[in-house]
């Protein structure tokens, strides 16, 4: 369930599940399936999946994930609004990403595309955990999730999964 925009949602917006206010389910954008494993066994999950959340402290946050629309990974849009007026958007990968992804699958075929995607970032995530390690800085670089915000972003992750199916599922 979207673990990585959840984890984004904890972190620079403060959402957990008990600072949820309401929940709106975008149904035409989303879709989940129930379909038969190799095992033999039932599988419920989104292929896609939308969705509104509003907090207790006035933000309304637009999620749109597409696990499967993008041979590269990514395909997520967020959109946080206050007073009903959009304050921020995110997409991955926009268009300059997308370009240098196509470029690098290119070039090596045999690589997964959604390494190219998370690259740059993990090189970011990597050089200010490590210079803060060396700095001696106490807790965590500002922005970066922390086992505190994985935690949250599992609650919220656990309590919209049967409230988003549910609506779906008719």
Not at 138 to 155: C, H, Q, R, S, Y
Request: charged residues 25%; negative net charge.
């Amino acid at each position: 369930m979207a673990i990585h925009e959840l984890a984004l949602l904890a972190t620079y917006w403060g959402v957990t599940v008990d600072n949820i206010k309401s929940v709106t389910p975008d149904t035409e954008f989303s879709s989940c399936q129930t379909l038969t494993g190799p095992s033999g066994k039932e599988f419920t999950d989104f292929s896609r999946v939308g969705f509104t959340i509003e907090t207790k402290d006035g933000n309304t946050i637009c999620l749109k994930i597409d696990r499967c629309g993008s041979d590269s990974g990514g395909n997520s849009v967020a959109i946080v609004s206050k007073d009903g007026k959009e304050i921020f958007r995110a997409e991955t990968p926009d268009e300059e990403l997308q370009q240098v992804v196509s470029a690098q699958s290119k070039a090596d075929p045999e690589m997964m595309p959604y390494f190219f995607l998370q690259h740059d970032d993990y090189i970011t995530l990597k050089q200010l955990s490590s210079q803060h390690v060396i700095e001696g800085r106490e807790g965590a670089p500002e922005g970066m999730a922390t086992i505190d915000i994985a935690v949250d972003a599992l609650k919220v992750a656990e309590y919209l999964t049967p409230l988003l199916q549910k609506a779906l599922l008719k």
